[in-house]
Structures are given as structure tokens and as C-alpha cells.
């Protein structure tokens, strides 16, 4: 069963029958950095916020076998329970946002039949944008890593930072949460890229967002400047962006694709910047900008 949990905003809620949904990156779960990702985005916009650990990021073989057949069909069961504690709390509008691993997730999760009150979709990052081998897949994410520790070095290092970096929040978390976590992330990490390699390295994203278009519901995705999920080669990522830039500009407004400038594949991890980048999302539809007391 997958797991699935309700924040809410420590200081209450002001925009009623508004709701977010997000879901659990790469090495987190519910329990863990993406309750806290959930929290922080119930009480930067006091709405209820409902975070969900991802279909076969924690569970069995099996459903692996039934997410590589159809994605879509995978993720019903959570769908039909993020549904049931939207009517639960009359949640009329949700907005769906994830990034990275969650971003993809995010995109299966709007075209399930199972959401009945999806207004917006926003997915950062999001994997599956291109397709290439399990094995460069694995070998794109380790030299990535590398070139990524290397930019914020460099980064950190100039007068003024020109890059948005993610911030730690774990280590205002007490010691026994701390350990707690940390013994957490890496068998979380290791299952969960074992069930998903395939998957992931598929080129999944440009198929799911001319369907949200054609469904009429609004998207907005975006990639960092310094990408780990578009194509390490130049012309190959700017035909990649190229693709779905086509498919944006023939959704009549509803979907926008836009590459993020100072930005890297972690900087979405910041909590504070992944916010200012859902408002800026909603925006245009006018539905979690808080009203003017808040």
C-alpha cells in the first residue's frame, strides 16, 4: 500500500478548498525530508498540503513490473486515495508539484482517471525527459553528481553567489533525527533506483505533456540551467527542449516549458526556492497566491 499523509498549516489555513500534492523524491520518504518538503509547503501558503510516497519507490518487485507496463495504470490506487482525502476535506482545487524523481510521478499522477480536482501540475526536473540505456542513465547521474559538487564549489567561492543552492535544513533537526535520516536515505535510495532505473530512463515526460495539454489541464515545467535530466550533449538537449517548446506552444497557453537560469539540479531541493517557483506556476490561474492579510 502506498503511503500517503495530510500537513498542516501550523499557523491555519486561509485559502479553503485549496490543496497541494507532492510526492517523494529520490532516497526520501513521507516520513522523512518530503514530510518536510509538505510542511514547509502547507505553511509558506496555509493550505492543506498532501504528500505522497511515489508507486514502487519503497515496495515490491511486482509493482515495478506493473509501473514498466503502464505508469499511468500504476498509480490509480494512490490517486483514488489522494482523491478521497481531497472530498474528505473539500479540497476542490489541488495543485500537483514534484521534482526529479516526483516530477515525472507528478505528470502520471495528473493523467490518472483517479484525480478528479487537479486545476495545475508543476513538475521541476522532472526524469524520463529523454531516453537513454538503465546503464548510461546510472552512469549519467554519477558524473553529474560530480559536476554539479564542482559548480556550487566554484559557486561558493565568488563574492556574490550566481547559482541558487540548496539549503540544509537538516541540520537544525535534532541528533536522533538526524541519524535517523541519514540511516534512512541510502537503503531508501538503493531500492528505490533499483525498481525505477528502466523506468525513468525512458522518454516519458514529452508523451505525458502533450496528453495534460490535450486533457485541458494547465503545466508549467522547468529544467535547471545546468540540467541532469536533459541530454549531456548540446544539440541533443536543445532538440529535446525544442520538442517540447513545439508541443507548449501548440497548448493554447496551457502548458509552459522554460529552462531556469542560475540553476542546477539541486537547487529545487531548496525549500524556499521550489515555493517562489509553484507561486510563480499559479500565478496566472490565481489560486494559492495568498490573499493580502496573509
Same mark, same amino acid.
Given at each position: 500500500m502506498n503511503r500517503v499523509t495530510v500537513k498542516v498549516p501550523q499557523q491555519g489555513v486561509v485559502r479553503e478548498g485549496v490543496g497541494i500534492v507532492t510526492m517523494n523524491?529520490?532516497?526520501?520518504?513521507?516520513h522523512e525530508d518530503?514530510?518536510?518538503?509538505?510542511?514547509? +509547503?502547507?505553511?509558506?501558503?496555509?493550505?492543506?498540503?498532501? @504528500?505522497?510516497d511515489r508507486p514502487v519507490s519503497l515496495h515490491r518487485k511486482e509493482m515495478a513490473a506493473a509501473l514498466a507496463t503502464d505508469a499511468v495504470s500504476a498509480t490509480m490506487n494512490i490517486a483514488s486515495a489522494i482523491d478521497h482525502i481531497a472530498d474528505t476535506h473539500d479540497l476542490k482545487?489541488? +495543485? +500537483?508539484?514534484?521534482?526529479?524523481?516526483?516530477?515525472?510521478?507528478i505528470l502520471e499522477l495528473a493523467l490518472t482517471e483517479g484525480i478528479s480536482n487537479a486545476r495545475l501540475v508543476y513538475a521541476a526536473e522532472p526524469v524520463g525527459s529523454y531516453a537513454l540505456s538503465a546503464a548510461a542513465g546510472k552512469a549519467r547521474f554519477a558524473a553529474y553528481q560530480v559536476e554539479q559538487k564542482a559548480?556550487? @564549489?566554484?559557486? %561558493? #567561492?565568488?563574492? #556574490?553567489?550566481?547559482?541558487?543552492?540548496?539549503?540544509?535544513?537538516a541540520r537544525n533537526l535534532p541528533l536522533p533525527a538526524?541519524?535517523?535520516? *541519514?540511516? #534512512? *536515505?541510502?537503503? +531508501?535510495?538503493l531500492r528505490d533506483r533499483a525498481l525505477n532505473t528502466?523506468?525513468?530512463?525512458?522518454?516519458?515526460?514529452? %508523451?505525458?505533456? /502533450?496528453?495534460?495539454?490535450?486533457a485541458g489541464l494547465p #503545466?508549467?515545467?522547468e529544467f535547471a540551467e545546468h540540467s541532469l535530466v536533459l541530454p549531456d550533449a548540446a544539440a541533443e538537449r536543445q532538440q529535446t527542449l525544442e520538442d517540447m517548446l513545439a508541443t507548449a506552444a501548440n497548448s493554447n497557453g496551457l502548458l509552459v516549458v522554460? /529552462?531556469?537560469?542560475g540553476t542546477t539540479h539541486a537547487s529545487f531541493d531548496n525549500r524556499d526556492f521550489f515555493g517562489d517557483r509553484l507561486q510563480a506556476a499559479s500565478a496566472p490561474h490565481d489560486f494559492i497566491i495568498p490573499p493580502p492579510e496573509f
Amino acid at each position: 500500500m502506498n503511503r500517503v499523509t495530510v500537513k498542516v498549516p501550523q499557523q491555519g489555513v486561509v485559502r479553503e478548498g485549496v490543496g497541494i500534492v507532492t510526492m517523494n523524491h529520490l532516497g526520501s520518504s513521507i516520513h522523512e525530508d518530503t514530510g518536510r518538503d509538505a510542511q514547509a +509547503l502547507a505553511d509558506r501558503f496555509r493550505v492543506l498540503t498532501i @504528500a505522497a510516497d511515489r508507486p514502487v519507490s519503497l515496495h515490491r518487485k511486482e509493482m515495478a513490473a506493473a509501473l514498466a507496463t503502464d505508469a499511468v495504470s500504476a498509480t490509480m490506487n494512490i490517486a483514488s486515495a489522494i482523491d478521497h482525502i481531497a472530498d474528505t476535506h473539500d479540497l476542490k482545487t489541488l +495543485l +500537483l508539484a514534484g521534482r526529479s524523481a516526483a516530477g515525472l510521478s507528478i505528470l502520471e499522477l495528473a493523467l490518472t482517471e483517479g484525480i478528479s480536482n487537479a486545476r495545475l501540475v508543476y513538475a521541476a526536473e522532472p526524469v524520463g525527459s529523454y531516453a537513454l540505456s538503465a546503464a548510461a542513465g546510472k552512469a549519467r547521474f554519477a558524473a553529474y553528481q560530480v559536476e554539479q559538487k564542482a559548480l556550487l @564549489a566554484a559557486d %561558493d #567561492a565568488l563574492e #556574490a553567489r550566481t547559482l541558487v543552492h540548496p539549503n540544509d535544513d537538516a541540520r537544525n533537526l535534532p541528533l536522533p533525527a538526524r541519524l535517523k535520516r *541519514m540511516a #534512512a *536515505m541510502v537503503p +531508501l535510495f538503493l531500492r528505490d533506483r533499483a525498481l525505477n532505473t528502466e523506468h525513468w530512463a525512458k522518454a516519458l515526460v514529452p %508523451d505525458y505533456l /502533450t496528453k495534460i495539454a490535450s486533457a485541458g489541464l494547465p #503545466a508549467r515545467v522547468e529544467f535547471a540551467e545546468h540540467s541532469l535530466v536533459l541530454p549531456d550533449a548540446a544539440a541533443e538537449r536543445q532538440q529535446t527542449l525544442e520538442d517540447m517548446l513545439a508541443t507548449a506552444a501548440n497548448s493554447n497557453g496551457l502548458l509552459v516549458v522554460e /529552462t531556469v537560469p542560475g540553476t542546477t539540479h539541486a537547487s529545487f531541493d531548496n525549500r524556499d526556492f521550489f515555493g517562489d517557483r509553484l507561486q510563480a506556476a499559479s500565478a496566472p490561474h490565481d489560486f494559492i497566491i495568498p490573499p493580502p492579510e496573509f
